[in-house]
């Protein structure tokens, strides 16, 4: 019952988004999740107004860069954009942590 109410208020997000991604602005083809706006972890419900759709790539990515708490959505979308407009690359910055994190800690 909830997995199919969470699947109607990302369609709706998805709709109400003009088919691109919360965070990238890119079109949403394929692999596409709801993301809460206010984790449901810190009391956020699953209503249209706290869904969001976004790539699931682009959803996990936030976690993989931030992996001790990540950033609320709306920061995470403004750290995407300025990232572009500065030629930043975050898929190659997420790889990477992916890969140090996985061998143990890293010098400070």
Do not use: W
């Not at 890119?26 to 709801?34: E, K, L």
């Not at 996990?60 to 500065?86: D, G, K, T």
Request: aromatic share 4%.
């Amino acid at each position: 019952m909830r997995a199919r109410h969470l699947q109607s208020l990302r369609r709706a997000a998805c709709r109400e988004q003009g088919g691109v991604c919360y965070y990238c602005l890119q079109p949403m083809r394929g692999d596409v999740t709801a993301e809460h706006l206010q984790a449901r972890r810190d009391g956020g419900k699953d209503t249209r107004e706290n869904i969001v759709a976004a790539h699931r790539l682009c959803n996990s990515r936030r976690h993989q860069l931030f992996p001790i708490e990540a950033p609320e959505p709306a920061a995470y979308a403004n750290l995407i954009a300025l990232a572009r407009v500065a030629g930043f690359d975050l898929e190659d910055l997420a790889q990477a942590r992916s890969r140090r994190i996985s061998t143990g800690p890293v010098p400070l």
